[in-house]
């Protein structure tokens, strides 16, 4: 392990600028995901860390219709908002069905956009083939005991999962991200946001290094629609999904007026559904429907021989996930 | 001649005695160690799963800042070997020789001043391995078999003539995936060596066997060597082994006459300690229409590490199970490049119950017999290989009590007939018989003139209870309160002990403190005044209670401890108490009972998402006596939970190429969390035993087995479908 | 394998100022020490256990500001002005907590090694009003493992608790 530096700037121009000057720094929030890679996996190991909690990057604004989530507000902050619970709570059940109540009361909202995959690969420097820690030298988990990986944006170069469930309903709201670079600020959707592994799985968002997630804004849902999020996996709690699907349904007169689909636990990326969200705008609510949308929204998919069942299993996820938020269940 | 136990605490479900230590953090496990002046070391672990060590360059690490030392077998000494064990031989020496057997063996060990600079300097030390194809499928062709290497396998009748001749049939395959033990306590050990003497602070359940282990290994005298282990913090059979990294830090120590702190990561919990063997079973079963079973032929294949002794014999209870008049067993093991297979709770046991009893649940439905009823009519009144009457046995109490509590009549039996919505509901149970093992046992109790006693033995309390119901028993025997005994166990200069395993040691220890009241009684007896009620009384004639001795047909007749002693000016008089159950059983002209119980279960699975919950779990077990409820129970529950486990989530997956060990994390390898686990019902039924001297039989263990097979039965109830491989998944359940 | 070098003339430890069950403590540490290695090495505060140092079994399960977190995933120079709870810092001198208590009680402990992080969470969620049904407190303690499968007794022990605060 490493030694490194420990800096707190007093500002958020300060800590970019600090970041921005130094290729080998990194941002320093919650931490359970950034001091994970360096001090317990020993993957990563900046000689810099740049403490930005004392930032005033806290916090929720907006009103009922949007809300500007501060990056380094909790998930167990963002839960609570009275404003989630009554216009998004969907966004609340996934944040409360992930990780656990310590790590959420550590973890920022900003750090869980950021989040990197669970790929035991990956994160275990033993293993020397991972194009995302060193793009060309292969992926040990297409061949290796891969479960808790992706099968949507996957290739055989990586089939690394982005394990975020809260990130599932925000890519389902047209999330945008908020960036602060030491060129100025910046606005990207978080559907642009990530990257697709391609053939450079090290590369996974649009952040440059030295710029900084300062805060998502959340456009809410409106009255009407109704929201949910499942979450499929071994143990009844604190594991990641296996699969996941959030969804936003509006049935007027039994038809589907307006609907957003995202899926988890199965991109390597969080997963936003359009053709499924095509497919039902305008159809009867009902289960025919529901499995349209679904065979609609899983495509070119590369599975290995231990993720084959997620193809099915996504589908059934979002098919009862949309009987849930709509109430047909026939 | 013995104490008696009056029942007036024992049994009584008091609060741990170490409660209070454990709430408020204060009890001390070997991690919590530190010693003036120690130096920490980490263990540098091999990559590869079979190969050779070309060359080692440890300079990069040993200039490392803080660094004192790297120690690889080019450097280290010779070691001694460690000897036998009541449970077999010790694992292969570290740093033997050049070979690598497994991922995750160790190939040095770095000491700093630090444990981050030890970190550190460990990824500096530069290992060029000649990598060979290391061998992980049991299947493998070129990888060796060990056919019955404990002796143990049973042929009983002609197994083939009566399956030949049986009306129905049954033959199927079960597998188990290898399980890894995990407590929470991340195993340490912290060395510290004065001239030849070791103290020695480890996570064990043996603190004798580590002792004369390390006394073995190190060519010192048995007596020098001191294994102090208070708490530990959870084994379930992982701390019946002196394992390498043990070594290692004892070596460390010794080499740098310093002492020296190691604590495993919890990936090398994974690689450094045993493990439950991965297992394939092939049962074949004959039976008659009537649904008496009239023969079993149960064959095991467990996997074996490349050049261990740890053979998992998975067919060890199979022949007691029930009443089969022709019985035949086969014990093999097949040798991979895989960490050292040892023991997990109920080994062999917890595996071939989840065949038998799933089988027992195929043959109910093929017979059209009800399986609680099927397992009555097969219920062995007497020991079915001896012939020999049960010194206890209320198995068939544990299924009928457990049918009547658990509403079994009112399902309907009909597979995929129950429902609630989306979900199917499945009802299973299974019968359970394991066998405990007891070892030779001392215990000293020593009483102050003010009537209070020390009880000291070797032993340990693993979060079984064992502080606990030492004294409740104690107390209950010399008449004396709670407060009045103290309990030290957990440092092998005590009285000598055996493990804490083979839920043997409450049986054991219970008989040796027994045994210890009644000589401390004669003792008492022999140190009154000749005007005393008490002179000349043999132990049997008279009656311990409220802190003194008293005449059993007289209730004013007797002295209070404090006078007998005060009286000789004594300040303390002690008595040695012994047990040796295993040398008794052989001339007990009875069948020393196992353990047996009954588990229900219903379960939901979720039609579309295949999701698998277990609602409700009913244990009903003949433990015999039981020393304590409360702590009782919590054996019970605590069993079923790892039951939930196994059935649900457990498996330890090696990366084909290299025997890595794909998920040697929380967050990868599954343990149940407090969501999956319903409210668990327990209910004791049954007598004390009349082989165990204090008729106590061992509960550590029989709460795990049962459980994956009543789980597995139930979902073939809720979906029709037979899962005869552990873990039961989503993937195959959806 | 991950190495690399540290830059010349940096910083690579510092003081933290922090308190700690009500006393103010000031601790000379490296920058990689963690605030379980802080409480544990530094302090010899011992009750506050390691069991995975990967933030996946709860047993570091510390109060900071009054909110549980695993302090095996925070950085020790990250806490500087903090207010930190440990297991030893939760009962008044010579009494038990209500929690501890009911935990004795009710036998939610076997091995005891998981038991400092389950009472801190348990404490937690009493106070953060999540103890109303049995189904919430399982959830909210399923961040703590228990090997020994004491999870019932657990479960028992906070529902007393949440009862006699009517909480249910």
Same mark, same amino acid.
């Given at each position: 392990m490493a030694e490194f530096e420990y800096l707190r700037p007093d500002d958020v121009s300060g800590a970019v600028a600090t970041v921005t000057a130094d290729p080998d720094a990194a941002f320093l929030a919650g931490g359970t995901t950034q001091l994970d890679l360096m001090l317990k996996d020993r993957i990563i190991a900046p000689t810099t860390l740049v403490d930005i909690t004392r930032l005033p990057l806290h916090g929720i604004t907006g009103g009922s219709d949007r809300i500007r989530v501060g990056a380094l507000t909790t998930m167990e902050e963002l839960a609570a908002d009275e404003r989630v619970v009554l216009h998004a709570p969907f966004i609340r059940e996934a944040l409360l069905l992930g990780a656990s109540t310590q790590l959420r009361n550590m973890a920022t909202i900003g750090g869980n956009i950021l989040q990197r995959t669970r790929?035991?690969?990956?994160?275990?420097? =033993?293993?020397?083939?991972?194009?995302?820690?060193?793009? !060309?030298? !292969?992926?040990?988990?297409?061949? !290796?005991?891969?479960? =808790?990986?992706?099968?949507?944006?996957?290739?055989?170069?990586?089939?690394?999962l982005h394990a975020s469930d809260v990130c599932v309903p925000l890519m389902a709201l047209d999330t945008v991200v908020q960036i602060q670079g030491a060129d100025g600020e910046r606005s990207v959707p978080l559907a642009e946001f990530y990257t697709l592994p391609g053939d450079r799985p090290d590369i996974e968002n649009v952040l440059r290094h030295g710029e900084i997630v300062t805060a998502i804004d959340i456009p809410l849902l409106p009255a009407g629609m109704n929201s949910g999020y499942l979450k499929v996996r071994d143990r009844v709690s604190y594991e990641f999904a296996l699969t996941s699907a959030a969804a936003a349904v509006w049935v007027v007169d039994g038809r589907i007026a307006d609907v957003r689909i995202a899926l988890g636990g199965v991109g390597t990326i969080p997963w936003r559904a359009p053709e499924a969200e095509q497919s039902l705008r305008g159809q009867r609510a009902g289960t025919r429907a529901f499995r349209a949308a679904a065979e609609a929204a899983i495509h070119d998919t590369f599975t290995v021989p231990g993720t084959q069942f997620k193809v099915e299993l996504v589908k059934r996820t979002l098919v009862r996930i949309l009987q849930t938020v709509s109430g047909v269940t026939s | 001649m013995t104490a008696t136990i009056n029942d007036r605490l024992l049994g009584q479900p008091f609060d741990r005695l170490d409660g209070v230590l454990k709430a408020t953090g204060a009890a001390p496990y070997p991690s919590d160690v530190s010693i003036p002046g120690q130096a920490h070391a980490v263990l540098l672990q091999s990559p590869i799963g079979a190969g050779r060590i070309r060359a080692i360059d440890s300079t990069a690490a040993e200039a490392a800042p803080g660094v004192v030392a790297v120690i690889t077998h080019l450097n280290s000494p010779a070691l001694g070997e460690a000897p036998m064990t009541g449970l077999g031989g010790p694992p292969r020496n570290p740093f033997t020789d050049d070979r690598v057997l497994h991922y995750g063996q160790n190939v040095a060990v770095v000491v700093a001043e630090r444990r981050e600079q030890a970190m550190a300097a460990a990824l500096l030390v530069d290992v060029d391995y000649?990598?060979?194809?290391? @061998?992980?499928?049991?299947?493998?062709?070129?990888?060796?078999?060990?056919?019955?290497?404990?002796?143990?396998?049973?042929?009983?009748?002609?197994?083939?003539?009566?399956?030949?001749?049986?009306?129905? /049939?049954?033959? #199927? $395959?079960?597998? +188990?995936?290898?399980?890894?033990?995990?407590? @929470?306590?991340?195993?340490?050990?912290?060395?510290?060596?004065?001239?030849?003497?070791?103290? @020695?602070?480890?996570?064990?359940?043996?603190?004798?066997?580590?002792?004369?282990?390390?006394?073995?290994?190190?060519?010192?005298?048995?007596?020098?060597?001191?294994?102090?282990?208070?708490?530990?913090?959870?084994?379930?059979?992982n701390g019946l082994r002196t394992w390498p990294h043990t070594i290692l830090t004892a070596l460390a120590a010794r080499m740098l006459g310093r002492p020296v702190k190691l604590t495993l990561t919890r990936p090398q919990m994974f690689t450094s300690l045993g493990h439950r063997a991965q297992s394939r079973q092939r049962l074949r079963l004959g039976v008659g229409g009537d649904g008496r079973m009239l023969a079993m032929d149960h064959d095991a294949t467990a996997s074996l590490a490349a050049e261990e002794t740890n053979f998992s014999a998975i067919v060890i209870g199979s022949p007691e199970a029930y009443a089969t008049p022709n019985v035949a067993t086969h014990d093999r093991q097949v040798r991979l490049n895989i960490p050292n297979p040892s023991f997990m709770r109920a080994p062999g046991h917890a595996e071939a119950n989840f065949a038998i009893e799933s089988a027992l649940d195929e043959l109910s439905y093929q017979l059209g017999i009800d399986p609680v009823e099927l397992r009555l009519i097969n219920h062995a009144d007497v020991h079915p290989r001896s012939g020999l009457p049960w010194s206890s046995n209320a198995l068939r109490e544990c299924l009928t009590v457990g049918a009547e509590q658990f509403g079994w009549?009112?399902?309907?039996?009909?597979?995929?007939?129950?429902?609630?919505?989306?979900?199917?509901?499945?009802?299973?149970?299974? #019968?359970?018989?394991f066998g405990w093992y007891a070892a030779p046992c001392t215990a000293t109790i020593t009483m102050d003139s003010a009537g209070s006693v020390i009880v000291r033995a070797a032993a340990t309390d693993i979060g079984t209870g064992t502080y606990t119901v030492a004294a409740q028993l104690t107390a209950d025997?010399?008449?004396?309160?709670?407060?009045?005994? /103290?309990?030290? +166990?957990?440092?092998?200069?005590?009285?000598?002990?055996?493990?804490?395993?083979?839920?043997?040691?409450?049986?054991?220890?219970?008989?040796?403190?027994?045994?210890?009241?009644?000589?401390?009684?004669?003792?008492? +007896?022999?140190?009154?005044?000749?005007?005393?009620?008490?002179?000349?009384? /043999?132990?049997?004639?008279?009656?311990?209670?409220?802190?003194?001795?008293?005449?059993?047909?007289?209730?004013?007749?007797?002295?209070?401890?404090?006078?007998?002693?005060?009286?000789?000016?004594?300040?303390?008089? $002690?008595?040695?108490?012994?047990s040796d159950l295993a040398a008794a059983a052989k001339n007990a002209k009875m069948a020393t009972a196992p353990a047996f119980a009954a588990r229900f279960v219903e379960i $939901? +699975?979720?039609?579309?998402?295949?999701?698998?919950?277990?609602?409700?779990?009913?244990?009903?077990?003949?433990?015999?006596?039981?020393?304590?409820?409360?702590?009782?129970?919590?054996?019970?529950?605590?069993?079923?939970?790892?039951? @939930?486990?196994?059935?649900?989530?457990?498996d330890t997956i090696y990366d084909q190429d290299t025997g890595r060990i794909a998920n040697a994390t929380f967050g990868d390898y599954l343990v149940p969390v407090n969501a999956d686990v319903p409210d668990l019902d327990v209910v004791f039924v049954g007598e004390p035993d009349r082989f165990s001297p204090t008729g106590v039989k061992g509960l550590g263990e029989v709460g795990v087995v049962g459980v994956a097979a009543a789980i597995a039965n139930a979902v073939y109830h809720a979906t029709g479908r037979r899962m005869r491989s552990l873990p039961i998944t989503i993937d195959q359940l959806m | 394998m991950v190495r690399a070098a540290t830059k010349l003339g940096s910083v690579t430890e510092g003081t933290v100022i922090l308190t700690v069950n009500g006393v103010q403590r000031e601790v000379f540490v490296d920058n990689q020490t963690t605030l379980l290695d802080l409480l544990r090495d530094h302090l010899d505060l011992t009750g506050t256990k390691k069991g995975c140092d990967q933030g996946a079994c709860g047993a570091c399960t510390v109060h900071v500001d009054g909110k549980r977190i695993v302090s095996c995933l925070a950085l020790a120079r990250q806490y500087d002005g903090r207010d930190v709870t440990t297991i030893e810092g939760v009962a008044a001198e010579g009494e038990l907590h209500p929690v501890q208590e009911a935990f004795v009680r009710h036998d939610g402990l076997q091995c005891g090694f998981c038991t400092p992080g389950q009472i801190m969470s348990a404490i937690s969620l009493l106070e953060e009003g999540r103890a109303s049904t049995d189904e919430d407190i399982r959830e909210f303690m399923s961040g703590n493992l228990c090997r020994c499968g004491t999870y019932p007794n657990i479960v028992a022990a906070i529902r007393e608790c949440a009862d006699r605060d009517g909480d249910r």
């Amino acid at each position: 392990m490493a030694e490194f530096e420990y800096l707190r700037p007093d500002d958020v121009s300060g800590a970019v600028a600090t970041v921005t000057a130094d290729p080998d720094a990194a941002f320093l929030a919650g931490g359970t995901t950034q001091l994970d890679l360096m001090l317990k996996d020993r993957i990563i190991a900046p000689t810099t860390l740049v403490d930005i909690t004392r930032l005033p990057l806290h916090g929720i604004t907006g009103g009922s219709d949007r809300i500007r989530v501060g990056a380094l507000t909790t998930m167990e902050e963002l839960a609570a908002d009275e404003r989630v619970v009554l216009h998004a709570p969907f966004i609340r059940e996934a944040l409360l069905l992930g990780a656990s109540t310590q790590l959420r009361n550590m973890a920022t909202i900003g750090g869980n956009i950021l989040q990197r995959t669970r790929c035991r690969y990956f994160r275990d420097p =033993m293993v020397a083939a991972c194009n995302k820690r060193e793009p !060309g030298s !292969g992926c040990a988990a297409v061949t !290796g005991a891969a479960r =808790m990986h992706a099968i949507l944006g996957a290739g055989p170069n990586c089939i690394a999962l982005h394990a975020s469930d809260v990130c599932v309903p925000l890519m389902a709201l047209d999330t945008v991200v908020q960036i602060q670079g030491a060129d100025g600020e910046r606005s990207v959707p978080l559907a642009e946001f990530y990257t697709l592994p391609g053939d450079r799985p090290d590369i996974e968002n649009v952040l440059r290094h030295g710029e900084i997630v300062t805060a998502i804004d959340i456009p809410l849902l409106p009255a009407g629609m109704n929201s949910g999020y499942l979450k499929v996996r071994d143990r009844v709690s604190y594991e990641f999904a296996l699969t996941s699907a959030a969804a936003a349904v509006w049935v007027v007169d039994g038809r589907i007026a307006d609907v957003r689909i995202a899926l988890g636990g199965v991109g390597t990326i969080p997963w936003r559904a359009p053709e499924a969200e095509q497919s039902l705008r305008g159809q009867r609510a009902g289960t025919r429907a529901f499995r349209a949308a679904a065979e609609a929204a899983i495509h070119d998919t590369f599975t290995v021989p231990g993720t084959q069942f997620k193809v099915e299993l996504v589908k059934r996820t979002l098919v009862r996930i949309l009987q849930t938020v709509s109430g047909v269940t026939s | 001649m013995t104490a008696t136990i009056n029942d007036r605490l024992l049994g009584q479900p008091f609060d741990r005695l170490d409660g209070v230590l454990k709430a408020t953090g204060a009890a001390p496990y070997p991690s919590d160690v530190s010693i003036p002046g120690q130096a920490h070391a980490v263990l540098l672990q091999s990559p590869i799963g079979a190969g050779r060590i070309r060359a080692i360059d440890s300079t990069a690490a040993e200039a490392a800042p803080g660094v004192v030392a790297v120690i690889t077998h080019l450097n280290s000494p010779a070691l001694g070997e460690a000897p036998m064990t009541g449970l077999g031989g010790p694992p292969r020496n570290p740093f033997t020789d050049d070979r690598v057997l497994h991922y995750g063996q160790n190939v040095a060990v770095v000491v700093a001043e630090r444990r981050e600079q030890a970190m550190a300097a460990a990824l500096l030390v530069d290992v060029d391995y000649e990598v060979s194809a290391p @061998i992980l499928d049991m299947d493998d062709p070129r990888a060796a078999v060990e056919n019955n290497a404990w002796g143990l396998e049973t042929h009983d009748g002609d197994v083939e003539a009566a399956l030949a001749g049986a009306q129905v /049939t049954y033959d #199927g $395959t079960f597998r +188990i995936a290898p399980e890894t033990n995990n407590p @929470i306590g991340l195993f340490t050990t912290v060395a510290e060596w004065d001239g030849d003497r070791l103290t @020695i602070h480890d996570s064990t359940q043996w603190p004798m066997m580590v002792r004369a282990s390390l006394a073995a290994v190190f060519g010192v005298p048995e007596a020098g060597v001191r294994v102090l282990v208070p708490y530990l913090g959870g084994g379930f059979g992982n701390g019946l082994r002196t394992w390498p990294h043990t070594i290692l830090t004892a070596l460390a120590a010794r080499m740098l006459g310093r002492p020296v702190k190691l604590t495993l990561t919890r990936p090398q919990m994974f690689t450094s300690l045993g493990h439950r063997a991965q297992s394939r079973q092939r049962l074949r079963l004959g039976v008659g229409g009537d649904g008496r079973m009239l023969a079993m032929d149960h064959d095991a294949t467990a996997s074996l590490a490349a050049e261990e002794t740890n053979f998992s014999a998975i067919v060890i209870g199979s022949p007691e199970a029930y009443a089969t008049p022709n019985v035949a067993t086969h014990d093999r093991q097949v040798r991979l490049n895989i960490p050292n297979p040892s023991f997990m709770r109920a080994p062999g046991h917890a595996e071939a119950n989840f065949a038998i009893e799933s089988a027992l649940d195929e043959l109910s439905y093929q017979l059209g017999i009800d399986p609680v009823e099927l397992r009555l009519i097969n219920h062995a009144d007497v020991h079915p290989r001896s012939g020999l009457p049960w010194s206890s046995n209320a198995l068939r109490e544990c299924l009928t009590v457990g049918a009547e509590q658990f509403g079994w009549n009112d399902r309907n039996p009909e597979p995929q007939s129950m429902r609630d919505g989306n979900k199917l509901i499945g009802y299973g149970m299974a #019968g359970v018989t394991f066998g405990w093992y007891a070892a030779p046992c001392t215990a000293t109790i020593t009483m102050d003139s003010a009537g209070s006693v020390i009880v000291r033995a070797a032993a340990t309390d693993i979060g079984t209870g064992t502080y606990t119901v030492a004294a409740q028993l104690t107390a209950d025997l010399l008449g004396l309160s709670m407060d009045d005994v /103290t309990v030290k +166990i957990g440092d092998s200069d005590l009285p000598p002990a055996p493990q804490s395993g083979g839920s043997g040691l409450a049986v054991a220890l219970a008989a040796a403190v027994q045994s210890g009241a009644a000589k401390l009684i004669e003792a008492l +007896i022999d140190a009154v005044g000749d005007s005393s009620p008490l002179r000349g009384k /043999t132990v049997d004639e008279v009656v311990a209670e409220n802190g003194g001795l008293r005449l059993r047909d007289d209730a004013d007749a007797g002295e209070t401890f404090r006078e007998i002693l005060g009286r000789h000016g004594l300040d303390h008089l $002690t008595a040695e108490g012994t047990s040796d159950l295993a040398a008794a059983a052989k001339n007990a002209k009875m069948a020393t009972a196992p353990a047996f119980a009954a588990r229900f279960v219903e379960i $939901t +699975i979720d039609e579309d998402l295949g999701l698998l919950r277990v609602k409700r779990l009913l244990s009903v077990v003949d433990g015999g006596r039981l020393l304590n409820a409360k702590t009782a129970r919590s054996q019970i529950i605590g069993g079923a939970v790892m039951g @939930i486990g196994m059935a649900m989530f457990e498996d330890t997956i090696y990366d084909q190429d290299t025997g890595r060990i794909a998920n040697a994390t929380f967050g990868d390898y599954l343990v149940p969390v407090n969501a999956d686990v319903p409210d668990l019902d327990v209910v004791f039924v049954g007598e004390p035993d009349r082989f165990s001297p204090t008729g106590v039989k061992g509960l550590g263990e029989v709460g795990v087995v049962g459980v994956a097979a009543a789980i597995a039965n139930a979902v073939y109830h809720a979906t029709g479908r037979r899962m005869r491989s552990l873990p039961i998944t989503i993937d195959q359940l959806m | 394998m991950v190495r690399a070098a540290t830059k010349l003339g940096s910083v690579t430890e510092g003081t933290v100022i922090l308190t700690v069950n009500g006393v103010q403590r000031e601790v000379f540490v490296d920058n990689q020490t963690t605030l379980l290695d802080l409480l544990r090495d530094h302090l010899d505060l011992t009750g506050t256990k390691k069991g995975c140092d990967q933030g996946a079994c709860g047993a570091c399960t510390v109060h900071v500001d009054g909110k549980r977190i695993v302090s095996c995933l925070a950085l020790a120079r990250q806490y500087d002005g903090r207010d930190v709870t440990t297991i030893e810092g939760v009962a008044a001198e010579g009494e038990l907590h209500p929690v501890q208590e009911a935990f004795v009680r009710h036998d939610g402990l076997q091995c005891g090694f998981c038991t400092p992080g389950q009472i801190m969470s348990a404490i937690s969620l009493l106070e953060e009003g999540r103890a109303s049904t049995d189904e919430d407190i399982r959830e909210f303690m399923s961040g703590n493992l228990c090997r020994c499968g004491t999870y019932p007794n657990i479960v028992a022990a906070i529902r007393e608790c949440a009862d006699r605060d009517g909480d249910r």
